[in-house]
């Protein structure tokens, strides 16, 4: 049974008793083989059919296989792959750009295209640090985050990551990053409203901003929604405000990763957006290419721009595949159809279907503890208790458990696990594509419920 429930997981624990050698090897070959993808569906190559209730991590904006993007791919190929960026720009690079700062408004005047979100994350830290070298307050060299956070798996940003699993083994070469309490509304840092619950978590960072000293942070990094580190996790109302203020008073850039909940996935183009607040460094990557080609994006304004282009003539981030132009293609006709069809305020307007219908899927579960969520960004979070919020014993591997039953049940989620503290707590995440319709909604829904309720019998908890 032990192997069983690994068979889907690319992650694992210290109790494993395989050597870690064979680790990947094992779970490669016992994972279930692709062979193509419509709409919202997967079929593997023995015929079984699965419905993609999370878009894999996130990513699938308009689920597989779309054929106007699929055309525009083929199109752009017969013509060129990709213009290196330091000879040329392209058609596409350009109408990508016009596309996304129409989506978010005035203050990201500039963007950087990278590979994917690690890539994002890592050119953001880059700017705030060049921002302020180049404004002659090189001292300013410090980041603080947040406790079970995730923003990449790269050096740097696993150093502002609070994921312990993820970054444990790399410690002593991270940077040097303070992190303070995360804004969990299940789970809130302190008694109070939620006015009370976001005045403390902004004390809290303007006391690691004191405590630092101003004149050595460089910026403060959140997900608006947390993704994977915590579970969709959201804010107390009237947080993302705060802190604003906290960094503008200070003189510390906010920066905004969006790589999961961002490019419309909560039914706005930014997620912030929802909180009247801009950033002054974003990265937005997964929906904004729809996982056709990688792409990650890092945008920022004017104000942050001009001093480095003073100082140095520009950013000095970017790869060799900084604005791709076939990635630039595919993202521009994902943007493309997205706006079109309206899917941006389709996903908002679904959000209160998907609530609807998980609570009366699995809201009288005793394990449910809590339904969440936004747009096409929802976390169903287990506990063993209602009551106390007490989450199951990690050695059950509740996660894996429901990653292997939802499989049978046909549906592809996405289980994470150390939520609370990075061993304990369970969380399932659901991320339709955009285009789903009601029906695919439901059909997610129904398949999640006889998925967990399996997994939970498995463990005697239902």
């Known amino acids: 049974m032990h192997t069983q429930f690994r068979a889907y997981s690319t992650e694992f624990s210290d109790r494993d008793p395989m050597p870690k050698s064979s680790r990947v090897d094992f779970v490669s070959s016992l994972l279930p083989k692709v062979s193509h993808g419509k709409g919202c569906y997967v079929f593997d190559t023995d ?10 991590p996130a990513v699938f904006s308009l689920g597989h296989s779309h054929p106007e993007v699929n055309e525009a791919i083929k199109q752009q190929l017969d013509r060129i792959a990709h213009g290196y960026r330091y000879t040329f720009t392209s058609d596409p690079l350009i109408r990508l750009t016009e596309m996304v700062q129409e989506q978010t408004g005035p203050g990201f005047e500039h963007i950087i295209y990278v590979s994917g979100g690690s890539e994002a994350t890592e050119s953001a830290l880059k700017l705030a640090l060049q921002y302020h070298w180049a404004r002659g307050e090189q001292n300013r060299s410090r980041f603080i985050a947040r406790n079970r956070s995730y923003h990449g798996n790269t050096l740097g940003a696993l150093s502002i990551s609070g994921f312990t699993q993820r970054r444990k083994q790399f410690e002593r070469s991270l940077l040097s990053c303070s ?3 995360g804004a969990n509304n299940y789970r809130p840092a302190c008694n109070g409203s939620e006015e009370e619950q976001g005045q403390f978590l902004a004390d809290e960072l303007e006391e690691e901003i004191n405590r630092l000293g101003a ?13 994977a580190a915590g579970g969709v996790v959201i804010a107390p109302a009237g947080y993302a405000a705060k802190v604003r203020e906290v960094c503008e008073r200070y003189g510390v850039l ?3 990763d969006e790589i999961m909940c961002g490019s419309g996935r909560c039914g706005t183009w930014r997620a912030l957006e929802h909180d009247n607040v801009s950033p002054d460094i974003m990265m937005v990557a997964k929906g904004l290419g729809g996982g056709y080609i990688p792409l990650g994006a890092v945008l920022y304004s004017d104000a942050i721009s001009e001093p480095i282009v003073q100082a140095d003539g520009g950013p000095n981030t970017g790869h060799t595949f900084t604005g791709h132009t ?5 993202a521009a006709k994902v943007q493309e159809i997205i706006v079109r069809d309206g899917l941006v305020e389709r996903v ?10 998980l609570a009366d899927a699995i809201g009288d579960v005793d394990a449910v503890g809590d339904i969440r969520g936004r747009g096409h960004f929802f976390g169903i979070e287990l506990v063993s208790d209602r009551e106390t919020k007490e989450p199951f014993d990690s050695a059950l591997q509740l996660t894996e458990r429901i990653r292997a039953r939802t499989l049978e049940a046909g549906l592809i989620c996405y289980p994470v696990s150390g939520t609370l503290d990075g061993a304990r707590g369970d969380v399932v995440i659901i991320a339709p594509p955009y285009n789903a319709s009601a029906t695919e909604l439901d059909e997610i829904t129904a398949k999640l419920a006889v998925g967990l309720r399996s997994a939970l019998v498995d463990i005697n908890a239902i």
């Open 47 to 56: 015929g079984k059919q699965y419905i993609d209730g999370s878009g894999g």
């Open 179 to 181: 992190f303070v309490s």
């Open 215 to 227: 004149e050595n942070v460089a910026a403060f990094v959140f997900e608006p929604i947390v993704g």
């Open 254 to 256: 906010l920066i905004a």
């Open 326 to 330: 076939l990635a630039c293609t595919a």
């Open 348 to 357: 908002r307007a679904q959000g209160a279907q998907i609530t609807k219908s």
